[in-house]
């Protein structure tokens, strides 16, 4: 997930379309839930990363 947003805003230099907008919110929003459920192995790459 962490390397999933990571290549998204690489890719698009940070500058998301309405379709990268969208999958980068889904992944956000999955990322959040492994947090919930416990998984904090996901948290501190993915803040690094936005």
Known sequence: MNEDIRA???????WLSA????V???????????VRAGDRTTAPAVA???
Not at 19 to 22: I, L, Q, T, Y
Not at 24 to 34: K, M, N, T
């Open 8 to 14: 998204l805003l690489i890719r698009t230099g940070g």
């Open 48 to 50: 690094a990363a936005v």
């Open 19 to 22: 379709a990268d907008r969208a």
């Open 24 to 34: 980068y919110e889904r992944l956000v929003r999955e990322w959040a839930e492994a």
